[in-house]
């Protein structure tokens, strides 16, 4: 397999209930990041892994809680959510953190419903 | 003003014209800059890096016009799978890993 994955593509949750998003990367990239992209908006982004450390949190409300247990998965786990959080989450990873010219790949997203 | 502005268009072109698109942004001491294209209900793909000497790809050219601050695309003879959302993105002061991307021009190219 090769690029980046996203498990599950489409999401349905109520606003109680528990979810994880997950991510890989076989690009041996050590750089992986999650962005929310709601309709009509920029991609916005959330978090910034490097070498399994965070290295950003963009002001995310704490129901959304990252995890990266190594340089190849990236989780996003999702707790009592809201119906404004419903949108495409994209995650991607990149060779490194840093760099001008370092290009972002991107896993096809998870489109998510809160009801 | 918005970090990074673009026209959202759609921009309806039949095939084989030739179609630009330009895209501002705010920080005058921005790094580096893309051009990404964004399919319909797919992920983002990178299309062309743009450099301070501009670059070209085939049918698309990108320049950079850091006086003005604004970047462009050009797609020449246009076809009907050139239709998607293209996404202008900015690299802030830094280099680090924050990128900033507009909200993306609509192009359509019909028969």
């Known amino acids: 397999e090769t690029g980046v994955t996203q498990t599950p593509r489409h999401l349905v949750m109520g606003m109680t209930n528990k979810k994880s998003l997950k991510c890989e990367q076989h690009?041996?990239?050590?750089?992986m990041y999650w962005y929310k992209q709601s309709a009509k908006k920029p991609l916005e982004l959330m978090f910034v892994?490097?070498?399994?450390?965070?290295?950003e949190n963009n002001s995310v409300p704490s129901r959304f809680s990252p995890e990266c247990p190594n340089s190849s998965h990236l989780f996003l786990h999702l707790h009592t959510l809201q119906p404004e959080d419903s949108a495409l989450y994209l995650c991607?990873?990149?060779?490194?953190?840093?760099?001008?010219?370092?290009?972002?790949?991107f896993g096809p997203g998870t489109r998510l419903t809160v009801l | 003003r918005k970090e990074v502005e673009q026209d959202p268009g759609p921009f309806n072109v039949p095939e084989g014209a030739t179609v630009a698109f330009n895209c501002t942004y705010s920080?005058?001491?921005?790094?580096?800059f893309f051009w990404y294209r964004q399919d319909c209900r797919k992920e983002p793909k990178l299309l062309m890096s743009?450099?301070?000497s501009g670059n070209e790809d085939g049918r698309f050219t990108a320049q950079l016009n850091r006086a003005s601050q604004y970047i462009s695309l050009l797609i020449r003879d246009s076809k009907l799978s050139d239709s998607a959302t293209y996404l202008c993105?900015?690299?802030?002061?830094?280099?680090?890993?924050?990128?900033?991307f507009g909200t993306g021009t609509q192009l359509k190219v019909e028969l």
């Open positions: 991607a990873s990149s060779q490194r953190a840093s760099g001008n010219y370092n290009e972002q790949f």
């Open positions: 690009l041996g990239h050590n750089a």
């Open positions: 892994y490097s070498l399994e450390e965070r290295v």
């Open positions: 920080n005058s001491a921005s790094q580096s």
């Open positions: 743009v450099y301070s």
């Open positions: 993105v900015v690299r802030p002061p830094g280099g680090g890993n924050k990128l900033t």
